[in-house]
């Protein structure tokens, strides 16, 4: 009986922010198999309590690809001295990582932005509308939210309601309940390290898979 081999993935996985137990289990539920393409979208540390854990994981796990978020990118600017202090959350993970500190962080110099897919682009919190995805800043890809001000801003209008681009993105950093679908915008943070939800998108069918929190591992401020 002849076998059907399986079709490759494409799988793009919210912030983790140390919550590697949910990210365990979210990889059992996916049956993950050496096809597959994993994406993780940024923010893999901070907040929850097993950041080495899953810097680990990145970096060992076979077909694993990661895009910088804007709490690695605090970290990293820090290691090279430009941000002398750090708040607490960034803090526990540079103690948690220990003598490991400088090889994670020289991990995390070298990864990508964005990665572009063709149909879609992944990247970690926005893209500024009419401008190429290659002309894009590393900053605004990390914490862009609003068109209006410094990419950091919450006021203003969200950049994915003003994106009218080629591609669809597909996007974490903001925190939804449920993950944002537009016509060429996708959001798939469902806030796992405050309560809620990781999230996996899988392509090219764009199905969703979810597993919940453990717990609650920190109160989102408003």
Not at 64 to 93: D, M, S, W
Not at 167 to 196: A, M
Request: include cysteine.
């Amino acid at each position: 009986m002849r076998k059907i081999k399986k079709k490759s993935r494409t799988i793009v996985i919210g912030d983790i922010h140390g919550c590697y137990t949910e990210l365990q289990g979210l990889i059992r539920k996916l049956a993950i198999t050496r096809s597959d393409r994993i994406i993780l979208i940024g923010d893999l540390v901070a907040k929850g309590p097993a950041s080495r854990k899953v810097l680990e994981f990145a970096q060992g796990q076979h077909g694993c690809e990661t895009i910088l978020g804007n709490h690695e990118y605090i970290l990293l600017e820090h290691f090279r001295g430009k941000r002398p202090r750090l708040e607490p959350a960034h803090q526990r993970v540079v103690e948690e990582l220990g003598d490991d500190y400088e090889r994670h962080m020289k991990w995390l110099a070298g990864l990508p932005s964005y990665i572009d897919l063709g149909e879609y682009a992944v990247v970690h919190a926005g893209v500024r509308p009419g401008v190429s995805l290659a002309r894009q800043t590393r900053r605004d890809l990390a914490f862009l939210r609003t068109v209006e001000g410094r990419p950091e801003s919450r006021s203003g209008t969200p950049w994915f309601e003003c994106y009218n681009g080629k591609r669809t993105i597909i996007f974490g950093h903001w925190v939804f309940p449920l993950p944002f679908t537009s016509d060429r915008t996708i959001g798939i943070d469902t806030g796992c390290v405050y309560g809620g939800k990781l999230t996996a998108l899988v392509l090219p069918d764009r199905s969703l898979v979810q597993v919940n929190a453990r717990r609650v591992y920190v109160r989102r401020s408003r």
